[in-house]
Every structure is written in structure tokens, then in C-alpha cells.
């Protein structure tokens, strides 16, 4: 069900999106946007994990730069704070994760894409209880992630993006973390 709506959006921004973008330039033979291989990007967005009866989100935010390959494919490498959670009885979790990807992009129009990208990530949660001394899980698990990507100006990008990422704590059950985000591109 979440993932439904997560889909939802992406598709109606992106309708949003080409259209005001077709209203912009009549021509898509003529681009002006810049041809730089090279990004990097800012985002804040909400962390969503699925342990049981834990019902909160988190505030996140990631950092991310990669390099084009051509117009359909990107390398990317990514840092996300996934936030803090309160686990109830004094307890909280936080997480952080380092990710490798592989971005796939297919042009809507000249300013706009949708991509996809797989790639693998090292999450790492920490888990305090009670005051006590805390205790750090480390997971390096595949991840995914799929969004929209629109062009705002000649050097920077806006992009919707829906994250997962896998993390276990006592290296037991395996839960997964989900990132709702809105990023700034910046290319250079």
C-alpha cells in the first residue's frame, strides 16, 4: 500500500512536471541544459522503518554525487542519515548508510527523467537503551530506489526519490528502512 502511493505521486509529478516543461520549450532538438558529466546532490526527506509496533517517521537527509556514463546511465555514491527514532522505554535507534548505485534514467523529455537504481549499502544503526551504553549494528545489504528527476535550470535538477535499505539489529530479523525525498542536484 505504501509503496502504491509512493508510485502515485512519482506519476503524477511527473505529468505535472512534463507538461509545464513542453509549455517551457516547443523545441526538445534544442537543449540548453548542461552537458557536465559530474553532480552532486543535497536532500531532506522522511525515514519510515518497518520494525513491529513502531508507527513514527524520522526526519532524513542524504548527500549523493556521481558521474554520467551517457544519457540512460549514472554511477552514484550516497550517504543518507536515516535519523532518530524513539523505541519507547527510553530506547532509540539512529542510522546512517553508505550506498553504491548504479542509476538507470529514461528521458520523458529533454528536462525531465525517470530512473532507477540498484546498487549495495552498508547501514549502520545504533541502539541505545535505558541511559546505558549503546550498542552499533552494521548491515551491508542490496538497496533500491526509483523517482523523477526535472530540470529547473542549466546547472541544477530537482529529484523526487523513493529509498530502501536493509538493517538488522542483534543480527537477527532484517527490517527495512524507506526514504520519501526531495533532493537538489547541483552539475558541475
Not at 530506547?91 to 548505485?101: E, F, I, P, Q, R
Amino acid at each position: 500500500m505504501k509503496l502504491e502511493k509512493i508510485i502515485i505521486m512519482l506519476v503524477l509529478v511527473m505529468i505535472s512536471t512534463t507538461s509545464y516543461a513542453a509549455r517551457r520549450s516547443y523545441d526538445d532538438t534544442h537543449d540548453n541544459r548542461s552537458a557536465s558529466k559530474f553532480y552532486f546532490g543535497v536532500g531532506v526527506g522522511s525515514m519510515r522503518t518497518d520494525i513491529p509496533n513502531l508507527n513514527t517517521s524520522a526526519l532524513s537527509w542524504s548527500l549523493i554525487a556521481g558521474t554520467a556514463i551517457n544519457q540512460n546511465l549514472a554511477v552514484q555514491i550516497g550517504y543518507a542519515n536515516l535519523g532518530s527514532t524513539d523505541l519507547g522505554s527510553s530506547a532509540y535507534l539512529k542510522g546512517s548508510s553508505y550506498s553504491l548505485n548504479l542509476v538507470g534514467l529514461i528521458p520523458v523529455t529533454h528536462a525531465v527523467s525517470m530512473f532507477a537504481k540498484f546498487g549495495f549499502a552498508n547501514t549502520g544503526v545504533y541502539v541505545e537503551s535505558g541511559g546505558s551504553a549503546g550498542t552499533t549494528y552494521s548491515t551491508a545489504a542490496p538497496t533500491i530506489g526509483l523517482g523523477i528527476q526535472a530540470g529547473v535550470g542549466k546547472m541544477t535538477d530537482l529529484r523526487i526519490a523513493y529509498d530502501n535499505y536493509k538493517f538488522s539489529i542483534n543480527n537477527s530479523s532484517t527490517y527495512n528502512a524507506d526514504v520519501t525525498s526531495l533532493s537538489v542536484i547541483f552539475k558541475f
